[in-house]
């Protein structure tokens, strides 16, 4: 029988660090804000389509975790 993983108990830490440090590479580059303009809708009716879809997955949804509070510089915050 096969020995429980400790590393990966409560996640993968190794992953996670080796994501959270390509994303700061990445922010830091300088291409996130090109990045953000490439995927921006190229027309109104894909805009529109885009709403719609999100409206439809809003409809769907049991609402905001009331663990999770909004916070003015866009960041979110677990109680």
């Known amino acids: 029988m096969k020995k429980?993983?400790?590393?990966?108990?409560?996640?993968n830490y190794e992953a996670a660090k080796q994501f959270d440090d390509a994303e700061k590479?990445?922010?830091?580059s300088g291409k996130a804000?090109?990045?953000?303009?490439?995927?921006?809708?190229?027309?109104?009716?894909?805009?529109?389509?885009?709403n719609r879809a999100e409206q439809a997955a809003r409809s769907r949804s049991?609402?905001?975790d009331p663990?999770?509070?909004?916070?003015?510089?866009g960041?979110?915050?677990k109680k």
């Not at 429980?4 to 996640?11: L, R, S, T, V």
Request: hydrophobic share 30%; proline share 7%.
């Open 62 to 64: 049991k609402g905001e």
């Open 25 to 28: 590479a990445f922010v830091q």
């Open 67 to 73: 663990a999770v509070r909004r916070h003015p510089s």
């Open 4 to 11: 429980p993983d400790k590393i990966h108990g409560e996640g």
């Open 75 to 77: 960041k979110s915050k």
């Open 33 to 50: 804000e090109q990045a953000a303009r490439d995927i921006a809708p190229k027309s109104k009716a894909e805009e529109d389509e885009l």
